[in-house]
């Protein structure tokens, strides 16, 4: 089974703070990873998928990067809005466990 | 637009079953990988379960393979989930997704519906 690793697993941050948070696979997921941002009470969002492609509708302040087994998400000038969990998710394993990192919350500083 | 909603959530007994359901819309149902994910109060998200687009393969997690059914009713744009054997453990809010294509991701899930299992 592939693991997922985030870190850290919370974070504060300020509004127009630039920062990044970082998922490790146990095995190489090529580009297969995805991140989602989920609100309180709220489903989950997705924002990036194959690493670094944006999904329709994000803000271009959210950016993916990483291969192989290590990813970052990086939002470039935080919004009040941003405040939120983030997760990642690997799409690569056979059978198909779309396996989740345990999320980093991003708190208000 | 796309839409999922699902229901059927609510409290009930360990060892008892429960079937959730997610009805779609605004998308050719017919089309689309289906997934179930699960959150556990104040905890991340779990991925449950996989049903290809024609109900031909299905996935488990190792945590409700043997207990735990997905199916779907291409005819009626609905997903169903049939949990039996319920564990405490299974206590969750329910999700249901659309898998978005190639590459694999989420791009569209319901609002979820809450599941408790409690003596």
């Known amino acids: 089974d592939i693991q997922m690793t985030q870190s850290p697993s919370s974070l504060s941050a300020s509004v127009g703070d630039r920062v990044t948070i970082t998922c490790r696979a146990s095995?190489?997921?090529?580009?297969?990873l995805n991140w989602y941002q989920q609100k309180p009470g709220k489903a989950p969002k997705l924002l990036i998928y194959?690493?670094?492609s944006l999904q329709s509708g994000v803000p271009s302040r959210f950016r993916g990067s990483g291969s192989g087994t290590d990813f970052t998400l990086t939002i470039s000038s935080l919004q009040p809005e941003d405040f939120a969990t983030y997760y990642c998710?690997?799409?690569?394993?056979?059978?198909?466990?779309?396996?989740f990192g345990q999320g980093t919350k991003l708190e208000i500083k | 637009q796309v839409q999922l909603v699902e229901s059927g959530g609510g409290v009930v007994q360990p060892g008892r079953s429960l079937r959730l359901s997610c009805a779609a819309s605004?998308?050719?149902?017919?089309?689309?990988?289906m997934h179930w994910v699960r959150q556990a109060p104040g905890k991340g998200l779990e991925w449950v379960a996989l049903i290809w687009y024609d109900g031909t393969n299905k996935y488990y997690a190792d945590s409700v393979k043997g207990r735990f059914t997905i199916s779907r009713d291409n005819s009626k744009n609905t997903l169903f989930l049939q949990m039996n054997s319920l564990r405490v453990e299974d206590t969750a809010v329910y999700y249901c997704a659309r898998e978005g294509g190639v590459p694999i991701f989420f791009d569209y899930w319901g609002q979820g519906t809450l599941v408790t299992v409690s003596s």
């Open positions: 095995q190489s997921i090529s580009n297969y």
């Open positions: 605004g998308f050719t149902f017919s089309s689309y990988g």
């Open positions: 194959a690493a670094s």
């Open positions: 998710q690997q799409s690569y394993s056979t059978p198909p466990e779309r396996t």
